[in-house]
């Protein structure tokens, strides 16, 4: 990872440069692919009282860039704060990766390659498909239907009339039937 630390109106010791560093490290534990880091620490005065504004910047692979801004009156501080909610972003997005979805579909894309990758065997026997037509095609008068629910024990009796209209017959809770 490249790490750019830059200070503004302002100049930067060994200590707060290795804080900092050490700051970018802590965020590697999330085993994202950060390529770049950079922190701007700037020096801010507004009407008498001295302060701080830090921002952070993380360029992820194949993601959009994390850019946090920080104001405290401590440097310390608000190196901590912005560790803290770059660390939330990073978490949240490393547990999307990882959740349970994506893992199966991970999974099912390994299984896929090493099913595809597998030779076909010469000895294998090639099974022969017959096409058949499906009774659901078949027109049905209204009373072949009905007699077809009543013999057996389903609740209803998808099937195309003479008029090739798609119907539905169903049992009533009553004992009567209903038609669609």
Do not use: W
């Not at 009407?47 to 952070?56: E, I, M």
């Not at 949240?92 to 390659?113: F, G």
């Amino acid at each position: 990872m490249n790490l750019n630390i830059v200070g503004k109106q302002f100049e930067l010791t060994e200590a707060i440069k290795n804080y900092v560093e050490n700051a970018f490290e802590t965020l590697e534990k999330y085993n994202l692919d950060i390529i770049s880091g950079r922190c701007v620490i700037s020096a801010d005065e507004k009407q008498g009282k001295k302060g701080f504004v830090v921002d952070f910047s993380l360029n992820l692979a194949h993601q959009d860039t994390i850019v946090v801004r920080q104001k405290d009156k401590d440097l310390y501080a608000a190196v901590d704060l912005i560790v803290e909610r770059a660390s939330k972003v990073l978490r949240r997005y490393h547990d999307k990766v990882n959740s349970h979805k994506n893992r199966d579909e991970m999974k099912q894309n390994a299984v896929d390659n090493a099913i595809s990758s597998k030779e076909p065997n010469l000895n294998d026997e090639v099974d022969e498909i017959v096409p058949t037509e499906l009774e659901l095609y078949k027109p049905l008068e209204i009373d072949e239907a009905l007699n077809k629910l009543k013999e057996s024990t389903d609740q209803f009796l998808v099937f195309n009339d003479m008029d090739a209209k798609m119907r539905v017959l169903y049992k009533r809770k009553d004992g009567k039937f209903g038609l669609f």
